[in-house]
């Protein structure tokens, strides 16, 4: 399992963490999606072998937010 931490740009409230984590948790392979408003990071956890880092990035700018 991986854990990775990307920073997003973008995201200013409560509607924004919920796009986000439910677009990414929808993806195979994703095991856990977090959301840190004041950071500006996404948590993520997956399974490398069913989904790639890269793939979650595109998710989340696909979702309308701009990875750093
Ligand atoms: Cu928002």
Known sequence: MERRVIQVEG???G???AAIEKAVRSMPGVVMVEVE???KEVVVEF???QVTLEA???M???TGFTVV
Do not use: N, T
């Open 11 to 13: 995201m200013s409230c």
């Open 47 to 49: 399974d490398a072998e």
């Open 56 to 58: 979650v990035k595109e």
């Open 37 to 39: 408003l004041a950071r």
């Open 15 to 17: 509607h924004c963490k």
């Open 60 to 62: 989340i700018d696909d």
